[in-house]
């Protein structure tokens, strides 16, 4: 089903249709979300699980700490063209 979303949805940019293809996005989006529900109820809670998936993508966003690396933290000072021309 998803695929069959994804075909349409690429064959309907073809064109200039604005609410075909906000119609065939919605599809898209309602298919994904269905196989997304089947995913979450495999996995049930279990360890390796869907649920668990989605954890590992909280910690991903603040992980740059914890990854080891670098980050600085600087002032800068912002010079608008105006004040370089006049020097």
């Known amino acids: 089903a998803i ?5 349409a949805l690429k064959e309907t940019m073809k064109s200039d249709n604005k ?4 119609a065939k996005t ?3 989006a ?6 997304a529900e089947h995913l979450y109820a495999q996995g049930g809670g279990q360890p390796g699980g869907a ?3 989605t954890g590992g993508a909280q910690t991903q966003e603040g ?3 914890k990854k080891g690396e670098n ?3 600087a002032e800068f000072e912002e010079v608008k063209d105006d004040e370089n021309k006049q020097k």
């Open 26 to 28: 919605k599809a898209l």
């Open 51 to 53: 649920s668990q998936q």
């Open 63 to 65: 992980g740059a700490e």
């Open 19 to 22: 609410d075909d293809i906000e």
């Open 30 to 35: 309602d298919a994904s979300a269905k196989m």
């Open 3 to 7: 695929q069959h979303a994804i075909d």
């Open 71 to 73: 980050v600085v933290d």
